[in-house]
């Protein structure tokens, strides 16, 4: 099994930026496809980001392209979400998700692929 921590969320006013971190224990995370995941009050889980396990795909919806950027250090055993122009409808509690092994498309990733989840870090953007 892998633990994975989240930390790097905050208040933030709409345009700013914040880098959100995934630390991983017990498993490397050369072994997993990386997700970021938020959710919001009322709302369902949504895929924002994600990259295989290999890091050589990435994947971002429409709503965050251009604006998000996901990578993954495998020496330091963390994952990284880089968030700039942050609007106020980014905000959302942010999780890191680990899926092992992962053949299938990293766009399709679903809450049912995900092996570990972080407990979430909230984000909050305001205007």
């Not at 970021?36 to 949504?46: L, V, Y």
């Not at 979400?81 to 990733?109: F, H």
């Amino acid at each position: 099994q892998v633990q994975l921590v989240e930390s790097g969320g905050g208040l933030v006013q709409a345009g700013g930026s914040l880098r959100l971190s995934c630390a991983a224990s017990g498993r490397t995370l050369s072994d997993y496809a990386m997700g970021w995941f938020r959710q919001a009050p009322g709302k369902e889980r949504e895929l924002v980001a994600a990259i295989s396990w290999g890091g050589g795909t990435t994947y971002y919806p429409d709503s965050v392209k251009g604006r998000f950027t996901i990578s993954k250090d495998n020496a330091k055993n963390t994952a990284y979400l880089q968030m700039n122009s942050l609007k106020p409808e980014d905000t959302a509690v942010y999780y890191c998700a680990a899926d092992y092994r992962r053949y299938g498309s990293i766009w399709t990733l679903k809450s049912a692929d995900v092996d570990s989840w972080g407990k979430g870090t909230q984000v909050t953007v305001s205007s």
